[in-house]
């Protein structure tokens, strides 16, 4: 007899072709995956049970188990003992690239919002230094608070070369760093990126809503242009449950 969770699952559409090269497991997990970004599945909703998945596009279960997996190590569902398994809470998975959370959020229909905390120019040493200018230059600091419709996502920090000193509150209250670049026709190629897991400082828990023990996920950049001209210097915390950064490697 099904569980409650399974008989109130909403059916996915989902077309195998078994015909491809792509793996049957690895084709059902990207169109369930893209059920949940464009909102047909929701957080908290139930998921298909592999059993009815499998008969149901003439699957083996073993398959369907792996495609069920790989989404569960995403961080796209949660299997609870009793329950059965769920859509899980919404985050924001970003592939490691040079792209700008506001553009990711937008492109997911997550409706970014930006409140400017800080706009100030400064000498900071150690932000020169990560974009290899002198350790007097005047940057511009600025400090946003990046919401995914209402709820609050990041504290991000950047540090900008006098170059781009014009770049005003209003405009990065209106659209995303990266977008303000590239209206002045500078594009970012190259960047080293940095990132681990620390507590939150007591802003960033004001700021995010954290309570308790929850860490925040944290992120450095330094970016450069094709002529290897410095961009921009960030230090970017996020809510860590909310928020996930995927990787693709490979073997050397």
Same mark, same amino acid.
């Given at each position: 007899?099904?569980?409650?969770? *399974?008989m109130a699952?909403?059916?996915?559409?989902?077309?195998?072709?078994?015909?491809?090269?792509?793996?049957?497991?690895?084709?059902?997990?990207e169109?369930?995956?893209a059920?949940i970004?464009?909102?047909r599945?929701?957080?908290?909703?139930?998921f298909?049970?592999?059993?009815a998945?499998a008969?149901?596009?003439?699957?083996?279960?073993?398959?369907?188990? #792996?495609?069920?997996?790989?989404?569960?190590d995403?961080g796209?569902l +949660?299997r609870r003992r009793?329950?059965? $398994?769920? +859509?899980?809470n919404?985050?924001v &998975?970003?592939? +490691?690239?040079?792209?700008?959370?506001f553009?990711?959020?937008?492109?997911?229909?997550r409706?970014?919002?930006?409140?400017l905390?800080? &706009?100030?120019t400064?000498a900071?040493a150690d932000?020169?230094?990560a974009l290899d200018?002198p350790?007097?230059?005047?940057l511009l600091a600025?400090?946003?608070l990046?919401?995914?419709g209402?709820?609050?996502?990041?504290?991000m920090?950047?540090w900008?070369?006098?170059?781009?000193? *014009?770049?005003?509150?209003d405009?990065?209250?209106?659209?995303?760093?990266?977008?303000?670049?590239?209206a002045?026709?500078? &594009?970012?190629?190259?960047?080293?990126?940095?990132?681990?897991a #620390?507590?939150? $400082?007591?802003?960033?828990?004001?700021h995010?809503?954290?309570?308790?023990?929850?860490?925040?996920l944290?992120?450095?950049?330094?970016?450069?242009d094709?002529?290897?001209?410095a961009v921009?210097?960030?230090?970017?915390?996020?809510?860590?449950?909310d928020y996930?950064?995927d990787l693709m490697v490979d073997e050397?």
């Amino acid at each position: 007899m099904a569980t409650l969770p *399974d008989m109130a699952a909403q059916l996915v559409d989902v077309s195998i072709d078994r015909t491809s090269p792509v793996p049957l497991y690895h084709q059902l997990s990207e169109q369930l995956c893209a059920a949940i970004t464009d909102g047909r599945l929701q957080p908290g909703d139930p998921f298909e049970n592999e059993v009815a998945l499998a008969q149901r596009l003439s699957l083996s279960r073993p398959t369907v188990r #792996r495609a069920i997996q790989e989404m569960v190590d995403k961080g796209l569902l +949660v299997r609870r003992r009793g329950l059965g $398994t769920t +859509v899980a809470n919404r985050k924001v &998975h970003r592939r +490691v690239a040079l792209s700008s959370l506001f553009d990711d959020l937008s492109r997911e229909g997550r409706a970014p919002r930006t409140v400017l905390l800080e &706009h100030d120019t400064v000498a900071d040493a150690d932000a020169a230094a990560a974009l290899d200018l002198p350790s007097d230059t005047p940057l511009l600091a600025i400090v946003r608070l990046r919401f995914a419709g209402d709820a609050p996502l990041a504290v991000m920090r950047n540090w900008l070369p006098p170059a781009y000193g *014009d770049i005003s509150r209003d405009e990065l209250e209106a659209t995303g760093l990266y977008a303000a670049l590239r209206a002045r026709g500078v &594009h970012a190629v190259v960047a080293h990126q940095s990132i681990a897991a #620390r507590m939150p $400082t007591a802003a960033e828990r004001r700021h995010l809503r954290i309570r308790g023990t929850q860490p925040v996920l944290t992120m450095t950049r330094m970016a450069f242009d094709g002529s290897g001209g410095a961009v921009e210097y960030g230090d970017h915390s996020y809510r860590a449950e909310d928020y996930t950064i995927d990787l693709m490697v490979d073997e050397r």
